[in-house]
Every structure is written in structure tokens, then in C-alpha cells.
């Protein structure tokens, strides 16, 4: 299911910057409305698939010493 989420994910964002970019490039008003539309569609695809990975990610583990600590990694 990730799998399908992830491709979803980048057709998604592809499709927003192809048609985001023909819809600004248009030389008429009246033809950017399929590209906008299809931007918008790319737009909500992507941030909605790029959300629900995000949600299923699996949190990092927190090292710790023998103390219980979390050791400091900048010294």
C-alpha cells in the first residue's frame, strides 16, 4: 500500500509543477483553466499522499546511554 502511496505521491507533485507551470505560461486567461484545474488536482493528490506517509512513518529511536540518558552528540 506505501508503494502505491509513494508513486501516487510524486504523480501527484509531477503533475502540479507540469501544469502549474503551463497554466502561468498560458497566453489567455481562458486557456489555463484545464491546466489550473489539473494543477489543483496534482496539488491535493500530492499533499495528500505526502501526508499519510509522513503519518505512517515509524518514529526515530531515541539512543540512550547506560545512565538513561540521551547522550550529547555535539561534544
Do not use: H, N
Amino acid at each position: 500500500m506505501s508503494k502505491s502511496v509513494a508513486t501516487l505521491c510524486v504523480i501527484g507533485w509531477s503533475a502540479f509543477w507540469c501544469f502549474g507551470f503551463l497554466a502561468l505560461s498560458a497566453p489567455a486567461p481562458q486557456a489555463a483553466t484545464l491546466p489550473m484545474l489539473l494543477a489543483f488536482a496534482g496539488f491535493i493528490a500530492g499533499s495528500w499522499s505526502y501526508l499519510t506517509l509522513a503519518r505512517r512513518q515509524s518514529p526515530m529511536p531515541r539512543l540512550q546511554d547506560d545512565s538513561g540518558e540521551a547522550p550529547d552528540v555535539l561534544s
